[in-house]
């Protein structure tokens, strides 16, 4: 069964400094990646994914990943951060064969000011 | 275009009470799933639906829990009785059922405590 990990729970980090949120997730021939925003008291929010391509994915808000199979990570990026990042972020793998989406246990941003 | 709605948004109960969610999808989303997140962890898949069929409910207690999805559009997932370790966000999300993958929508959940 595949697994995800992210390995930092919660990220301090002060306005307009740059961010990475670290994902890993277990072997696979096949996946799809993505990553998922929770504000408080909201649902899940897509930022972005990977099928197939280029490695560099782009989404919303400023935010971009990188796909590295070798080492089977999927770590996001932004290059400024805002008060408004603040919310908890989720890793998510799908399986090429696979029905179900598996989460990581989230990380939690607070931007400073 | 409307979101995936949800109701209650919030509900207290106590032990082997009975409580129930109400999730209603996208406008022409065939599949609906229902997702279980205990405080400091991610989603976790209970059941999915494509129309009015179960697709996957493998890890669903189904000692305890119940879904269904009769007409093949809003879904109502139960449990009977509760439990103090089901305290938790029941998150219900839908997706179109086209191509290798389909974008999952979530609503903004109801967080269920159990007392």
């Known amino acids: 069964a595949q697994s995800v990990t992210q390995l930092d729970s919660q990220v301090p980090v002060f306005e307009e400094a740059p961010v990475e949120l670290r994902c890993n997730y277990s072997?696979?021939?096949?996946?799809?990646l993505f990553w998922y925003v929770q504000y408080p008291n909201q649902g899940l929010q897509l930022l972005l994914k990977?099928?197939?391509?280029?490695?560099l994915v782009k989404g919303i808000n400023g935010f971009e990943a990188e796909f590295n199979k070798s080492q089977t990570s999927f770590h996001l990026r932004k290059p400024s951060v805002h008060i408004s990042d603040t919310a908890e972020y989720f890793c998510?793998?799908?399986?090429?064969?696979?029905?179900?989406?598996?989460f990581g246990s989230g990380t939690q941003l607070t931007v400073l000011p | 275009e409307a979101g995936v709605a949800q109701s209650p948004r919030y509900k207290i109960i106590e032990k082997r009470q009975s409580v129930a969610f109400w999730c209603n999808p996208i406008?022409?989303?065939?599949?609906l799933y229902w997702y279980q997140q205990i405080l400091g962890q991610g989603p976790k898949l209970l059941i999915q639906?494509?129309?009015?069929?179960?697709?996957?409910d493998s890890q669903l207690p189904k000692d305890r829990f119940s879904a269904e999805r009769l007409k093949g559009v809003d879904s109502t997932l139960k449990i009977q009785p509760a439990k103090l370790e089901d305290s938790a966000v029941y998150l219900c999300?839908?997706?179109?059922?086209?191509?290798?993958?389909?974008?999952?929508?979530f609503g903004p959940g109801t967080r269920l405590t159990v007392l």
């Open positions: 999300a839908s997706s179109f059922l086209t191509g290798d993958y389909n974008e999952q929508f």
């Open positions: 072997s696979s021939v096949s996946v799809y």
């Open positions: 990977y099928l197939s391509g280029s490695t």
């Open positions: 998510a793998v799908r399986d090429g064969s696979a029905r179900q989406l598996t």
């Open positions: 406008s022409g989303h065939a599949t």
């Open positions: 639906f494509q129309n009015n069929g179960v697709v996957d």
